[in-house]
Structure formats: C-alpha cells, structure tokens
C-alpha cells in the first residue's frame, strides 16, 4: 500500500493524535455503558443514549470519529506493510527489549480490536443506521402526540377531513392504539412511563412515519446481547487485546509528539497500564455483571 508522499513523522504524529482521541472517545464511552449498571430501568442509559443519538454537536463528533477510526487503520496497516517490506529478513538475535517485543504485537492486538468492532457495529450500531433489525423505544409523548398527528386530530374534529384522508387517520390511529395496548398488556412502559421499550422490529413497524422518534433500545439490547455467553466471553476477550494494545499505544503516542523524558517516563508506563486496565475492566463490567448477577 503506498501512502501519500507526507514525510514519515508527519504521518507518526498524524497516528498520535488520533490514537490520543479515540482513547479519550474510549472513556466517554465507558462511562455512558456503566450507566447500564444502575438499577434504575435504564433510565440514565436511554437518557445519555439520547443526548449522544440526538446532540448536533455529538454529531459532528461521530463523523470526526469514523474519519479518524479509518485514518488510524489506513496509516498503522500501510506503516506495517513498509515496516515488513524494509526488513523481509527476520534477526537472529530476538530482541530483549520489552517496548519492542510490544510494539511488535501492536498490529495484531489492532486486528483484534478491528474484529471487535465490526462484530459490535452489527450487534450495536448498524441498528442505528437501520441495516440490522434490533429493538426499539419510542417516548411516550412523541407515540401520543407527534405534531403530525395532532395536526390531523385537529382537523378531523373540525371536520375537515376528506374521506380518504378520513380512513388513513382511523388506520393510523388503530395502529397507534395497538402499540399502546401491547406496551400496557406486556409491561414495556419504563418505570417512570417515559418510554415505551423493548419494542421489535414487527412492533414498530405499523407505526413508522406516524409517530415520531422511534429510536434503538440499546439498553434491552444490551442485556439481551450478553445474557448470552458466547458473546460475553468473545467480548471479555477481545477487551483484553483492546488493552494490550491501549497499553503500548498511549506510551507511543507520547514518544512521538515528544511528551516523554527520562524523568517521566515511568510516570507514563504506569499510566499507561492504569488507564487502559481501567477502560478493559470499564467494558467488561457490563458483560459480567449481565452473566453473573441478572
Ligand atoms: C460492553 C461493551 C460495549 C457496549 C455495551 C457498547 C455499546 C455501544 C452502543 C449501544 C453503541 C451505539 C451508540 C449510539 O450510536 O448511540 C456503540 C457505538 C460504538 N462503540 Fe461501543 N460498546 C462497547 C464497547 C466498545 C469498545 C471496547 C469500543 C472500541 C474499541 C467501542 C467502540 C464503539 C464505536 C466506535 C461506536 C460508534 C460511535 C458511536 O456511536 O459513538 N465500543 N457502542
């Protein structure tokens, strides 16, 4: 693979500043997730998955994101392919260094995290952009009265209505009441009534362009995710190459934009460490808790 003609520190430097704002994305994250844990029927979850689906500024965000998630894959791989090209003979002697013994593995703990990630788009994210089916909530205000069908309820007492346009607000406002009556007879009301949840595809589907705001249940689909085992466990494991590979790349990044010293470079290493054990066990406290304790 051949990269654009920009000079090699340029594109170490490119990888250090991007890497440094996927691990901040990376604690924001974790942070929302462990909103999972709070014994409060999701309630903080939905909320901060709101804000996160529906903030202009978090918006702008995602795209800044993807572009530097697919930066970060295009210039590691391509460094590597060089890396192996310049050196096709391997040295006798192996290295004792602990950084490059590290280093090394770097694009391996990579693939891992690149394997997780399209496994958990399609579990996840890809529901979002309404390429897989997944469950969904809707807010009980937006199922009762979305501006549209108000509008219509106004001028259906008015009487102004046309016959056709007569028999379209009865067949939307059945399915409405349908979704009310399932949500009520099943219990899928939030505690605070806020939100209907735990919605399927089927559910929503008589409703879409009638009520507004049909968004992921990413809560229930979270716990309905890990209640299975087999992708807790390949979730645990994937976490822990995420931290092999979170440990060498923050102490390369401040290599590289030259934020190391003898003096600190402890400091650095065991940070390192703490920060990226703390993200790993982050994570893997929703799989854990969901396996153990629901
Ligand atoms: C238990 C662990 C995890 C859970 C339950 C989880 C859950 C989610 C959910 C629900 C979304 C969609 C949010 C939305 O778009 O509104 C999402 C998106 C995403 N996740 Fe995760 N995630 C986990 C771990 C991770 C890890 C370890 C990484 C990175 C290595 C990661 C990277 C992403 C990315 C890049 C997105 C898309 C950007 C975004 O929507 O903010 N996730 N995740």
Redesign the pocket.
């Known amino acids: 693979m051949n990269l654009p003609k920009i000079a090699s520190i340029s594109r170490k430097i490119l990888v250090a500043c991007v890497g440094l704002f ?1 691990l901040v ?2 604690l ?3 942070g ?2 462990l909103c ?1 844990l709070r014994p409060d029927d999701g309630e903080w979850y939905s909320i901060a ?1 709101n804000f ?2 529906t903030n202009y500024i ?1 918006k702008v ?2 795209v800044v ?2 572009a530097a ?1 697919i930066a970060h894959i295009i210039i590691t791989v391509a460094l590597q392919i060089q890396n192996w090209k310049a050196r096709p003979v391997r040295y006798h002697q192996p290295s004792k260094s602990k950084t490059s013994a590290m280093s090394k593995t770097m694009i391996w703990t990579g693939g891992l ?1 690149f394997v ?2 399209a496994l ?2 399609v ?3 890809f ?2 952009l309404g390429l897989v089916e997944g469950k969904y909530m809707i807010q009980t205000e937006h199922a009762l009265s979305s501006s549209e069908l108000q509008a219509k309820y106004m001028a259906y007492t008015q009487g102004k209505l046309s016959p056709e346009e007569m028999a379209t607000f009865q067949t939307e406002m059945e399915a409405v009441q349908g979704l009310m009556i399932k949500a009520e007879s099943e219990g899928l009301y939030s505690d605070d009534m806020k939100w209907i949840r735990n919605l399927s595809a089927e559910d929503v589907k008589p409703v879409e362009g009638i009520v507004e705001g049909i968004e ?1 249940d ?1 809560y229930n ?2 716990f309905e ?2 209640g299975n085992k087999v992708y807790s466990v390949i ?1 645990l494991i ?2 822990v190459a ?1 931290a092999f590979h979170l440990i060498h790349a923050m102490q390369s990044a401040f290599q590289t934009l030259g934020l190391n010293h003898n003096k600190y470079n402890k400091f650095i290493e065991g940070f390192s460490w703490v920060y990226a054990i703390i ?2 066990l982050g ?5 854990v808790y969901i396996m153990f304790f629901v």
């Open positions: 996927l994305f990376l924001v994250h974790m929302i997730n999972l998955c996160m689906g978090i965000f995602e994101l993807f998630l995290v997780f990630l958990h788009f579990n996840f994210y529901v979002k992921p990413f689909m979270a995710l890990f979730y994937l976490f995420l993200i790993a994570f893997a406290a929703v799989p």
